[in-house]
């Protein structure tokens, strides 16, 4: 079983949680071959907004996403199906921290008019199996790698860095899940 971490980058504004204008920026992923893998690749593209073309101020400071790096960007509509080419056509289990990212590509692909295909549902979400396995309160990634003593490396709040800091936390908790369900 392979396993595809990804993490989302969306706009984002100052005080406010989840707005239905919130739309995809950056998509960061890579491949694990196995639960205890190191990654075998990657996958990383910014995404051009078409709701709120300019980028906050916030935005821009939380994720380091410049506006030049959306301006220059493909839609999601370009980006998504060359994500999906990317997964290829082995089995997989998506897997992210928390369950942000899932509902963000179904929101996506539904403000596109495009399938989210249904793999994706294959779905672990590792903050949760990880408060599971460790016995305490769900955690942002960062708490839960300072938990494990697992530095953090590249810049917190930018896709693909986020990506490979859950991957490392997905080393230890998916050798706990039984045939790779979350759960068991």
């Known amino acids: 079983m392979q396993y595809i ?59 380091t996403i410049t506006q030049d790096d959306v301006d220059n960007a493909e839609y999601f509509w370009t980006v998504f199906p060359k994500f999906v080419e990317w997964i290829g056509t082995r089995p997989f289990t998506l897997c992210s921290w928390g369950a942000y990212d899932l509902n963000q590509f179904r929101k996506d692909c539904e403000r596109h008019k495009m399938e989210l295909p249904a793999t994706f549902e294959n779905h672990i979400n590792l903050k949760k199996e990880f408060a599971r396995i460790e016995q305490c309160k769900p955690m942002g990634m960062n708490a839960a790698l300072e938990k494990r003593n697992i530095p953090l490396q590249g810049t917190h709040h930018r896709g693909i860095d986020d990506a490979r800091n859950i991957a490392k936390l997905a080393r230890h908790i998916l050798p706990h899940l039984r045939n790779g369900l979350p759960g068991s």
């Open 5 to 63: 971490i990804v993490d989302l980058e969306a706009t984002c504004w100052e005080n406010t949680r989840h707005p239905p204008e919130m739309e995809i920026i950056e998509i960061g992923a890579l491949r694990m071959t196995s639960a205890d893998s190191p990654a075998a690749n990657e996958f990383s593209a910014f995404i051009k907004p078409i709701i709120v073309l300019q980028l906050t101020d916030f935005c821009k400071e939380l994720t």
